[in-house]
Structures are given as C-alpha cells and as structure tokens.
C-alpha cells in the first residue's frame, strides 16, 4: 500500500514538473546551449527567455486557474477530454501571442520556430482530441526530442547525450501518466511520435 502511495505521489511530482507549457521554454534554453546561439549575450537571452516564460507558462497557467475556479472544478475534473479543450484553447491563444510579439520584435526565425513548433503540437493534439484522448505531456517532450534532432540536423551538433535525457524522461513521464490513469500505453506513444513529428517538420521546413 505504501509503494503504490510513493509510486502516486512520484508520478504526480512528474506530471507537474514536466507539464507541457514548459516545452518552449526549455527548447529555447537547449538551443542557447547546445548552439553557436551560446555566445549571444547575456541581454537577449533574457529577453527572449522572459517573453516565453511570460506567454507559454505564467499566463496560460494563470488563465487556466481562474477558468478552473470560476467554474468550480478540481483539477481532476478539468482533465475531463472535453473540458480540456477549454484549456487547450485558452493556452494556444497565448502562444499565438507570444509569436506575434517575438516577430514584432524582430527575434530571430530559429527561435520563434521553437514557440511555433509547440503551438502546432497543442493545435494537432486538440484536433485529435475531439475524437480520441492522447497524452499532451509527451506530446511535448516528444517535441522537445523532435527539436533537437531538427536543430542537430541544422547547427550540425552532435545531440545523442540530450536525446538520451529526453528519451529517459519520456519513459518516466509516460509511465506516471499511465500511473495515474489519465492514458493508455497507445495514448502515451501516439502522443510522443505525434510531438516529435511535428517539431521535427516544423523547425527544418517553415
């Protein structure tokens, strides 16, 4: 009884630090790292990281919170597929935002790409959603995974060690949403590869 208590409470912990709002933002900082984009300064970074944490983490989730309250719905109750799309909508509104502001800014295209790329994994997954529940949470890090094999392919870096990280996490992160019996095995995969071929695509040909 124990176990299966910690199991619960560690897959909770993991659904909450890699909640799907978080993709862009960490994209960005891997291509800050990993890339020549590493010698920018100090200034830019900063800038940019803060609008992507503004729009794709901070307002989306805070917007989200107020609906969920308003309604008077528990966070279980609001991962109902159909209230879901509420959310869904709510956060890819914000994104849409948060690139018209980095293209007004005239913040480089290989960086934009990143928040583009995220918007369509959220968009593709609602449109799926409609009629079949999949895993937004690996959907994401399956983004993140197709980010970098674009970018390696793009800045010719080598990403192995990273890509061993994320498929690491993906695993864990996938297990805890099963865990938690908000998906299936098929809805956890389908999500993943859903992620990574929509950022793979997105950030090589737009």
Request: net charge positive; proline share 2%; aromatic share 16%.
């Amino acid at each position: 009884m124990t176990r299966n208590k910690a199991l619960i409470i560690g897959a909770k912990v993991l659904s909450s630090i890699f909640t799907p709002f978080y993709l862009p933002l960490v994209g960005i900082i891997l291509l800050f790292t990993v890339s020549y984009m590493n010698k920018v300064n100090i200034q830019f970074k900063l800038l940019v990281l803060s609008i992507v944490y503004l729009f794709t983490v901070l307002l989306p989730t805070f917007l989200i919170w107020l609906y969920r309250n308003q309604r008077g719905w528990t966070p279980l109750q609001l991962a109902h597929r159909h209230r879901q799309l509420v959310a869904y909508t709510i956060s890819i509104i914000c994104y849409v935002a948060c690139i018209w502001l980095m293209n007004a800014l005239h913040i480089y295209h290989f960086i934009v790409i990143i928040v583009v790329a995220a918007l369509i994994i959220q968009a593709v997954g609602v449109i799926v959603t409609v009629w079949w529940k999949i895993s937004i949470h690996t959907a994401a890090i399956g983004g993140l995974a197709g980010a970098l094999m674009a970018f390696a392919e793009l800045f010719r870096f080598n990403p192995a060690w990273w890509l061993c990280l994320v498929f690491l996490f993906s695993g864990l992160l996938g297990s805890a949403r099963m865990i938690l019996r908000q998906h299936t095995l098929a809805q956890v995969v389908t999500g993943f590869f859903l992620g990574l071929g929509c950022a793979f695509f997105t950030i090589l040909y737009l």
